[in-house]
């Protein structure tokens, strides 16, 4: 049995042979239906903001009668972060999906010799060579301009926002304005991890030579 051939066991236990066409059909129907998974989950995610956001709206509007206007305005940083977060982590599961959908392409170009599926090989090798310092960069901007934001309201409104207010709400609001910033590290940390962890597979450095080649010559 050469290697590309694989060798499957019959009902009677004869060996039948499925060629480097039908394996190339099996593995192409994988990655389909990865694929399929992939634009599935990005589309929950995405038509997860607006029923999210009407319902902090609806919550705040069912509030008004039980906390100040201040405190309201106090809140809305905090929901524009958190719909940040959100964002940050449709984009980490799109990313592990396409490293993934990589290790498929990678498999298809060992059979076939071919590079007939790469799109998501050169994303995963520019995404490693990148590392993670632009997520590291962008969230100690957005969060340095979010406690920014928030501490001033804090001073203009603060007396006022949390004046008569219950001791669980306090905690809770508390817990709130930090919660998005250490999750915007911690996704930030991921990002950092999941990229130096996926290895360039035989594609990724096929590529790589080509696009080389490709500049040399020009």
Known sequence: MDGHDIELRSGEDRPQKLDLKDQLAIVLKEYESLRKQVDQGSAFMQSLVIPIAVALAGAMIGWQNKIPPELAILTVPVLLMCGLAA?????????????MLADVEDRVFQMSGLPLLWHETKLAAKRKAAGARGWWSAVVLLSTAYL???????????????GGVRKEIRIVA????????????????????TRR?????????????EAREDAEVS
Do not use: N
């Open 148 to 162: 920014g934001c928030e501490f001033w309201l804090w001073s203009v409104l603060g007396e006022r926002a949390f």
């Open 87 to 99: 964002a940050q982590h449709g984009e980490a599961y799109v990313e592990h999906c396409g490293q």
């Open 197 to 209: 962890k996926w290895s360039p597979t035989r594609l990724a450095k096929h590529l790589c030579i």
């Open 174 to 193: 508390c817990i709130a304005a930090v919660t998005p910033v250490l999750y915007g590290f911690a996704m930030a940390a991921r990002f950092q991890y």
